[in-house]
Structures are given as C-alpha cells and as structure tokens.
C-alpha cells in the first residue's frame, strides 16, 4: 500500500489458500483529497458492512468468522465495484457510505445481465463516554441479486446434494462495539464487548439437485443470526475471550421442493473460548476450543492453536 499522487493511494493484499492457490483479498484505489470529508474507493475491497466483514481476518479475535457470516455472508463480502463514504463534521462521529458492484457470493455469470449484482449502504455513528469508554453501533443493508447461486443443500436421508437459487436476496445488520480501558490507556488492561444481527430474506427459486433430478419451484425465506463476544485483555501480553453464535431457522418456504430439503426445527450454535499470548505487537499465539452444535444431532469439539506474525510495514488497525 502507498500514495500514488496527491489524489490517489492504493492497496494490495493477497492471500495464499491451504491448497496452494493464491487470490486478491483486496485490490483498490482510494481518493485522498475530496472536499467534504468525502471518499471514494474502486475496485476489490471489503465492504463497510456491519463491524466484522470489512477487518481483515488478522485481526479477529477468534479463528473463524461467526455462523452468521459464514451463512449469510460466504464468511466476508468482497465487492468488485465502487463504495463512496464520508464523515460529518458533527461532535459525535457520523459516517456514511455506500456501495455498487459484484460479489462471488451472488453470481451472475453465464448471463448477459450488465448491472452490478450488489448494492449496500451503511451508517455508523460513536463516541466517547467519559475518559476509560468508546462506543460504535451501525446499521447496514446489503441488496444482491444472483442467476444459479449455487450451494450444498442437505437433502433426504440427510444426503448432500448441490442445489441452485435465483433471485433476490436482502440482509440487514445491527452491530455495536463498547472498549473500557483505564483512562484510556489500553495498554495494561481493556475490556471489548461486541455483537451482530443478522437478518436475510430470500425471494426467487430454487433448483434443488439441480445436476441430477433438478427439481425447480418457488423459494421463499427469511432467516436471522447473531453473535456476541467479551475480550478482556488482563495483562499487557495476555488475553481471553468467549464468543456464542447462532443461526435460527426462520420461515422456508420451499413448495414442491419442501419434501425434498431436509429443514429439521434446530438452531445451529456455537460457543467459543480463547486465549491467547502477544510477545510483541509482531506475533500473537492463540489457543482456541469450540463446542460447536452447528450440525443437527452432533457435537463437535473443536482444538484449535494458531499463529500469526506480522512482517514489515503494517497500517493501524480501525476501531
């Protein structure tokens, strides 16, 4: 990343995957001198939806995006396209912005649609609560339209079968952050008490087994999710966490296809403790265990140690 111009800066970031292959995360420029607190971002990014998505995965607190956002989301929403934000010059910090273009999650290729698949918008709004508080709570909406978006869909006999939905799809989120630290100072000890929900409703159809029997009819959904976690940071190198997640079910409406998707009257949820040990602001070791329920009829207890470092230059992370 860098300036390009007094008009311009950039950003590159990419990611090598578990099999070797190697994909743009982000691929963007970004004006640096309009009036008004305006700014107006071009081509692959992050979209400012809701807290999580637009935070490289680095910096989460937990290994893995939560069930919402592995549901709703693909586990975070890239654009190809355009997003224009800006801050007001009020006392209380007001941002808002938006967002065209297409994203992998909502596909539309083979078709001769032109439009861009994607739109969102979003508002946050923050501040200060005596010296040792902060808060941010934001509202955002998300409007995809996809031709054969294709998914896994558990069918009879709990079988996986690939499945593929048309048509509009609408998600809604609510986030909000409050950090405690001593006078502000975050340095020996804070607390970080975060959460989401998130809303989807689906409209158009569904191809269920759609490379065998492909068997197209009506689809209708609404479905909701949610997450909620603590971070408490008690010595300077040293912290835990827990996090619970969960999906509801919602209302599906399948018509002829109701037989055949398998939609037992379960939550998928999860609960999630951490710590982890940072050396140096470089390197962070995160030990992790996960009763996940996710699954209907099984539980998975989950292990997990990760570590990460950091090399050369690296930007501030946002709030």
Request: net charge neutral; hydrophobic share 35%; charged share 15%.
């Amino acid at each position: 990343s860098g300036g390009i111009d007094p008009w311009f800066n950039g950003k590159l970031t990419m990611a090598v995957s578990a099999d070797n292959s190697v994909e743009i995360e982000e691929a963007y420029v970004q004006t640096s001198a309009l009036p008004a607190g305006l700014s107006l971002r071009a081509g692959r990014y992050l979209a400012a939806i809701g807290y999580l998505n637009d935070k490289h995965a680095h910096t989460w607190n937990f290994i893995g995006a939560p069930l919402a956002y592995q549901a709703f989301l693909g586990g975070q929403l890239g654009q190809d396209g355009l997003q224009l934000r800006t801050v007001l010059p009020t006392d209380t910090f007001i941002e808002l912005g938006g967002g065209i273009g297409n994203a992998e999650l909502f596909s539309n290729e083979g078709t001769n649609r032109k439009k861009p698949g994607t739109a969102t918008l979003f508002a946050h709004t923050g501040g200060d609560v005596g010296a040792s508080n902060s808060w941010r709570a934001g509202l955002s909406m998300l409007w995809g339209k996809s031709t054969d978006q294709t998914s896994e869909t558990a069918g009879a006999g709990d079988s996986l079968v690939t499945s593929a939905f048309s048509g509009n799809t609408r998600v809604a989120i609510i986030d909000g952050v409050w950090k405690w630290a001593p006078n502000g100072n975050a340095k020996q000890s804070n607390l970080t008490l975060q959460g989401e929900y998130l809303w989807r409703k689906m409209s158009g159809s569904l191809v269920y087994d759609s490379t065998n029997t492909a068997v197209d009819d009506l689809y209708r959904a609404n479905q909701g999710g949610w997450y909620a976690q603590a971070v408490y940071q008690f010595s300077p190198q040293w912290r835990v966490g827990l996090r619970y997640d969960q999906l509801n079910l919602g209302n599906v409406d399948a018509y002829s296809n109701a037989s055949n998707l398998y939609l037992p009257a379960y939550s998928p949820k999860r609960a999630t403790l951490m710590f982890d040990w940072s050396p140096s602001e470089f390197s962070r070791v995160r030990l992790q265990f996960a009763s996940d329920k996710s699954r209907y009829g099984l539980t998975d207890n989950q292990f997990m140690i990760q570590y990460q470092m950091s090399l050369g230059a690296h930007g501030a992370h946002s709030y």
